[in-house]
């Protein structure tokens, strides 16, 4: 195969990968005795989004910096900060990229906002139809409109002189 | 028969968003600009590389524009690196380096083998600093004014090309 | 002698099959304006070539993987001659080249498909139909050719060796997963190219619809079966137990589902009651629209993925491009020729019309937030407004509330009548339901876990709202005609019955695992016990074994529940010597009410004890049970009669003929 610098580099992202995995050996399962901080260290793990690896949380990355990011946050739950605290921390390092639920500020007023007037639009949208349509209520296909669809459908097969008249 | 301008709103909203998706072509999207762009270096307390006694704090860096290298010895790519860097001190840049994660003997034998451009190595085998300076992989580099103030940061390898493309200017584009 | 050209040959077949696209695409359009018959019937025939000859192309692709040609660019990329048959053979679609080939076989194949069961459509709407997907057939063979070739020789220095194929992408969920996935985006093409047609051609009576119907549903069940074994694959695959990620890629499939069911029902009204005509066709557009979005998405390089490919921006370009021709264009043709009629069918607010419609706003609502959550870092980043993550925390705190309010409208519509009923007598026929699905709501918890949990009943209550109003209808015609009373329900009506008790089944099992699963990170080496949810595991051994091209750490596992041996399982980390890379290959002991899971981390300092995520997972299968019988229902709604109808009449007007 011929050898492209684009490969190369991939080769010696995987080498370094590799290399990192093999020294990162330090024992990173964080325990804690009260069941609380566990469940906010199992949730903080979850919703922080590993900034090397492509699209893993913190929790799910066996990346070194996602260890180091554990040990961190494990480190300041047994401190007593609080779970903003920590997030906030996180993102004075690595920036807004690493919080998955992304904070409501002008920015992402569209994101958090979009489907809440999506429903609104549609329940008018709805309002709209019916209204519009009650005064002029007509019955459904009965069987024999139903009927006279189905003719209509048949009466298609290989006619062409019919389909023309159509245009 | 009133004409139903409600019906080119689906494609109002296509050629918007088609837009939008035709600007995002070709960036890269793993690239990030550092959340500490602007500012002061973290503060720190760790000792030097070449000696174990000596503790140096964010105000060494004050005075005058420095490029801050993370680097470490079990990192192929840094060793790559280093000529690069080799050639930014032959220019007159003022370089430090951090020896990130690292053991004291490593990093000693790593600068004796591929040459010391650093004024001075700070060493951080905890790897707080790189913690701190947001640093997910070596080789990363930051340019830091002479108050002390991160304005570049550089994830990755710094390549040839790099050295005049790059680094040289925005050294000179901050002193 | 041949084998050695194959890549030649199938590259010649490629553009064989462009110049039939575009010949399907350009020469029955024309016509069908000036109004033809000869020109119209060029669509068939080409239909037919296109199909034989990019089958031949995919066939010197596979033969190419099959006999190791690593002369071929893509397939020394993608294989090695260490790599098992079946995995060589489904390398073939394991990179962007082969699978946009396979992508576009399987268009030629549905385009094929509507040639040969539709002889029985008005000449010029067949058509037009065929010239549709023709268009975008002739679009993705210019951009295979033009970017992707993936019968680009390295010449003249081949290498002896290929790279090996993504460890990831070794797997059997993986040789199937990308044919159904594609299989359904590519299946959307027909109902759009159907309303294309219809608006081309002014008529857009209820007609269309009917003959899309089983084109959509069919679409629609392969995507859900791809989307399903996606998820099944992330789960057993990438080592962390989660099911579903939220990752651009996934939600790049979800989307066209989630048009594509709105669609579904949306054509069922304006079949039976021929309202919301202009709505089905807009739907029918941006469901296609949203599949090929998740192609660009998956194949520009715009986004980072576990699942996407490398990529390269020329390529992403030219997707755009197609995308906003085909996108543009028929938005456009929508805008000018949408049907005028206002339909003339009126309903209430108590009606299965107004049912229907509150399913398609919420279904719609759900498919914008999975847009705007994966594309808001994209736009935003492309305004420089900085850099921001849109993750499950996001997705699940919009789509859980949405969810429950598409469940109180899918147990509720079946039950309502057409046009307008009035609220006492809807009443009437749910309290009972209600009840029920009420008390079985509030037991469970208590029955499982034996204490009382509101997610748990929230979703169990929705599922049950959901399947139990569906036992009405039965009911009632055992009551009337006896035991052969349900019998005369058509197809189709089980079709429905079959994809909401899968919805159902599906929402049993998110709310089940989401709420009672175990899950612990322990260090583990040999003689070390943990318990984990009420299992005990216990690591008897570590060895190292040897694969056909991998080295591999495995442990045994020994599960106990009290003093009963539950099962042995066998986790292994797999370093694939050719690409360098380790692999998390996790053990499973399967069961319809729980999985148990154990995958292996890093190997700890000391060398002698592994990091391991032991997880117990409750009902984690009906997850994907419940997509699998939602495929079977939209297939059993194809079987229905009407559709063999039109099928019986074609055979003895061809019999007479």
């Given at each position: 195969m011929a050898v492209t610098p684009k490969a190369l580099m991939r080769a010696l992202i995987a080498a370094v990968a590799i290399l990192l995995a093999a020294t990162a050996g330090a024992d990173d399962l964080h325990r804690f005795d009260d069941p609380a901080l566990q469940a906010r260290y199992s949730e903080l793990i979850a919703t922080l989004r590993c900034p090397k690896c492509e699209n893993q949380a913190i929790g799910d990355s066996g990346s070194p910096i996602a260890g180091d990011m554990r040990t961190h946050v494990a480190r300041a739950l047994r401190r007593g900060d609080s779970d903003d605290d920590i997030r906030q921390a996180m993102v004075e390092r690595f920036g807004d990229y690493v919080l998955y639920r992304p904070r409501l500020e002008w920015r992402t007023v569209a994101l958090w906002a979009g489907p809440g007037v999506g429903v609104l639009l549609g329940l008018a949208a709805i309002a709209a139809v019916i209204r519009s349509r009650r005064d002029e209520r007509a019955e459904a296909l009965d069987d024999d409109e139903q009927q006279r669809l189905d003719t209509l459908l048949s009466r298609h097969q290989g006619n062409d002189d019919q389909d023309r008249s159509h245009q | 028969m009133k004409k139903r301008y409600w019906l080119f709103v689906p494609l109002l909203i296509f050629v918007v968003l088609a837009f939008l998706l035709w600007q995002g072509l070709g960036r890269d999207p793993s690239h990030r600009d550092s959340a500490l762009l602007e500012k002061p270096f973290p503060a720190f307390s760790l000792t030097t590389l070449e000696n174990d006694e000596r503790t140096v704090d964010a105000s060494l860096l004050e005075g005058q524009v420095t490029l801050v290298n993370v680097w470490g010895e079990w990192c192929p790519t840094c060793k790559r690196e280093m000529p690069q860097l080799l050639t930014l001190a032959e220019r007159g840049v003022h370089l430090v380096g951090v020896d990130y994660k690292d053991t004291r003997d490593k990093g000693q034998g790593f600068l004796e083998e591929f040459g010391n451009p650093f004024a001075l190595n700070i060493f951080d085998p905890e790897g707080s600093l790189g913690f701190d300076l947001g640093v997910y992989g070596a080789p990363e580099s930051f340019i830091v004014d002479a108050r002390g103030n991160i304005r570049y940061h550089h994830t990755g390898y710094i390549t040839p090309e790099d050295v005049e493309d790059v680094i040289l200017p925005e050294i000179r584009r901050w002193q | 002698m041949l084998i050695e050209i194959l890549p030649e040959i199938g590259l010649y077949a490629m553009m064989l099959a462009l110049a039939m696209a575009l010949v399907q695409a350009i020469v029955p359009l024309a016509g069908s304006l000036t109004r033809r018959p000869l020109w119209m019937s060029y669509a068939g025939p080409m239909a037919w070539g296109q199909a034989l000859f990019l089958l031949v192309a995919f066939v010197c692709l596979a033969l190419g993987f099959l006999f190791n040609d690593f002369s071929v660019d893509y397939i020394a990329g993608n294989a090695n001659s260490q790599l098992p048959w079946y995995y060589r053979l489904s390398a073939v679609w394991g990179g962007h080249e082969g699978s946009v080939l396979l992508w576009s076989m399987m268009m030629a194949f549905w385009g094929l498909a509507v040639s040969v069961f539709s002889r029985n459509l008005p000449r010029d709407m067949l058509a037009r139909v065929l010239s549709v997907l023709g268009m975008i057939n002739a679009g993705f063979l210019l951009f295979i050719l033009a970017?992707?070739?993936?019968?680009?020789r390295i010449l003249p220095a081949p290498p002896m060796e290929g790279a090996d194929l993504n460890p990831l992408l070794q797997d059997p969920g993986l040789i199937v997963h990308p044919p159904m996935l594609y299989m359904g985006y590519v299946g959307f093409s027909v109902a759009f190219a159907f309303a294309l047609a219809a608006l081309m051609g002014g008529r857009l009576d209820a007609a269309w619809t009917r003959w899309a119907r089983p084109w959509t549903n069919l679409a629609w069940a392969f995507l859900s079966v791809g989307i399903a074994l996606g998820s099944w694959w992330a789960y057993y695959e990438?080592?962390?137990?989660?099911?579903?990620?939220?990752d651009p890629v996934e939600n790049a499939s979800l989307m066209p589902w989630l048009a594509g069911t709105a669609l579904m029902h949306s054509l069922a009204v304006t079949e039976k009651r021929g309202g919301f005509k202009s709505w089905t066709v807009l739907l029918a557009i941006v469901t296609f629209s949203l599949s090929l979005l998740g192609t660009f998405l998956v194949r520009s390089g715009v986004l980072t993925s576990v699942?996407?490919?490398?990529?390269?921006p020329s390529r992403g370009t030219f997707i755009l491009v197609l995308l906003g021709l085909t996108v543009g264009a028929s938005l456009t043709l929508y805008a000018f020729?949408?049907?005028?009629?206002?339909?003339p069918l009126g309903f209430g607010w108590l009606s299965r019309d107004a049912m229907l419609l509150f399913n398609n706003i919420v279904l719609l609502v759900m498919t914008v937030t999975v847009l705007l959550g994966t594309l808001y870092p994209l736009i935003l980043d492309s305004l420089n407004m900085g850099k921001i993550s849109v993750g499950p925390p996001y997705f699940n705190a919009l789509i859980v509330p949405l969810t429950v309010a598409l469940g109180l409208f899918m147990g509720a519509g079946p039950v309502t009548r057409w046009k307008q009923m009035t609220a006492r007598e809807l009443i009437k026929r749910l309290w009972l339901s209600a009840a029920v699905s009420l008390a079985v709501a509030l037991m469970i918890p208590w029955l499982y876990d034996g204490a009382w949990s509101l997610p748990v009943s929230l979703g169990l209550l929705v599922a049950a709202w959901i399947v139990v109003p569906l036992a009405r209808e039965p009911l009632i015609l055992i009551r009337r005609?006896?035991?052969?009373?349900?019998?005369?329900?058509s197809r189709s009506h089980y079709g429905m019955v079959l994809g909401h008790i899968g919805m159902a089944v599906t929402i049993v099992g998110v709310t089940m695992v989401s709420n009672y699963d175990h899950a612990d990170n322990v260090r583990m080496s040999p003689g070390r016990s943990v318990e984990v949810g009420g299992y005990s595991f216990t690591m008897t051994q570590l060895n190292e074994t040897r694969g056909p091209n991998y080295l591999s750490d495995r442990a045994t596992i020994r599960v106990t529940q009290g003093d009963r041996l539950v099962t042995l399982l066998h986790p292994e980390k797999r370093f694939f010597t050719t690409r360098r890379q380790a692999m998390t290959e996790t053990a499973l002991d399967n069961g319809l009410t729980r999985d148990l899971y154990v995958a292996m981390g890093e190997a700890l300092d000391?060398?002698?004890?592994w990091a391991m995520r032991i997880q117990v997972k409750p009902f984690v299968r009906w997850l994907w049970l419940g997509a699998l019988l939602m495929a079977a229902g939209g297939i059993l709604a194809v079987c229905d009669k009407r559709y063999r109808h039109r099928s019986r009449t074609r055979q003895t007007m061809e019999a007479r003929a």
């Open positions: - | - | 970017t992707s070739s993936p019968f680009e990438l080592g962390w137990g989660g099911w579903w990620f939220w699942h996407a490919f490398a990529n390269d020729r949408a049907p005028r009629v206002k339909s005609f006896g035991l052969r009373g349900p019998g005369k329900l000391d060398g002698e004890s």
